[in-house]
């Protein structure tokens, strides 16, 4: 099954698609069920992330939803309510962005100054989670997430994972050579050891480039979900959905790409870096 975030957004999807179709609008609905517009639009929305299963049938029997394609919707009811384990370490990372990851078939993603999570040995993500202000137990809570995080590389149902790796990510722990091997080492075993992988490195040479207003990653989505993007921010990142603003992220991702090392050249430079250590 399928992230609980993922199900809820589809299902906010499904329930937008059945009420245009039964020819009503917010004001109709919320009007007939006596509940106000505001409610409504939060779980056509998702801003509401917990709609009951009554809330939803009540739904389904005005837009006239019934017999297996009812079920259908209220088996996506219950999916979507149930309680992942990210939602246990909210206080180290975003759930929002963990919860879409965790249903994606396809991630591209560019985290600037940083290692991409996915790719972070442990030492790594301990360092930086002491750079935002965690103490040791909040340390070792993000890494353990991290690790977590990093089982869909091996065991979930994601099919492509992308990274960009700024070359600056990797001189800001040269001054820890043991961590700067592990590190290295760690980026080439997972980009040699899975079809899945692929790692490109952008040179510091390369100097000021598109990524430059900062993180994101784009998710992709299998049943023709619509892909977001998710752009990081000091303030805790944003899921951004509309296609408009995902199309600009790709097409940010696409000059990055070609700006970078091929894969096969960013595994040799990440050998010798890994060797010079």
């Known amino acids: 099954m399928t992230s609980p975030t993922v199900r809820r957004r589809r299902l ?13 609008t917010l004001s109709d609905v919320a009007e007939e069920l006596e509940w106000s517009p ?4 939060h779980i056509e929305t998702g801003i509401r ?33 149930l309680r992942p384990w990210w939602t246990e370490y909210e206080d180290v990372l975003s759930s929002a962005y ?33 750079a935002l202000g965690h103490g040791d137990r909040g340390a070792d ?28 990510a990797l001189h800001r722990i040269g001054s820890d050579l043991e961590l700067l091997r592990a590190q ?15 790692v490109q490195l952008l040179p510091t040479s390369a100097g000021p480039h598109r990524g430059v207003a ?6 992709e989505f299998d049943e023709d979900e619509s892909a977001l993007a998710y752009v990081d921010a000091t303030q805790g990142g944003s899921i951004v959905e509309s296609d408009e603003s995902v199309r600009a ?14 894969p096969q050249a960013t595994i040799g430079i990440l050998r010798r870096m890994a060797l010079l250590t």
């Open 98 to 130: 963990v919860g879409n990851e965790a249903g994606a078939v396809s991630v591209q993603t560019y985290a600037g100054i940083l290692v991409p999570d996915l790719l972070q040995v442990p030492d790594y993500t301990a360092s930086v989670a002491r």
């Open 49 to 81: 992330k917990w709609p009951s299963v009554m809330e939803i049938a009540a739904l389904l029997r005005l837009y006239g939803v019934t017999g297996g394609q009812r079920e259908a919707i209220l088996t996506l009811v219950r999916e979507s309510r």
């Open 249 to 262: 992220c790709k097409q940010v991702w696409s000059e990055l790409t070609g700006t970078a090392a091929s």
């Open 12 to 24: 906010s999807a499904e329930l937008r698609r059945r009420r245009v179709q039964a020819g009503l």
């Open 141 to 168: 809570r993000m890494v353990a997430a991290y690790l977590k995080r990093q089982e869909v590389l091996d065991h979930g149902g994601l099919e492509r994972y992308h990274a960009v790796l700024e070359e600056d």
């Open 184 to 198: 290295t080492s760690r980026i080439v075993e997972l980009a040699t050891g899975s079809d899945r992988v692929t």
């Open 214 to 219: 900062g993180p994101f990653s784009v998710l």
């Open 38 to 41: 505001a409610k409504l639009g």
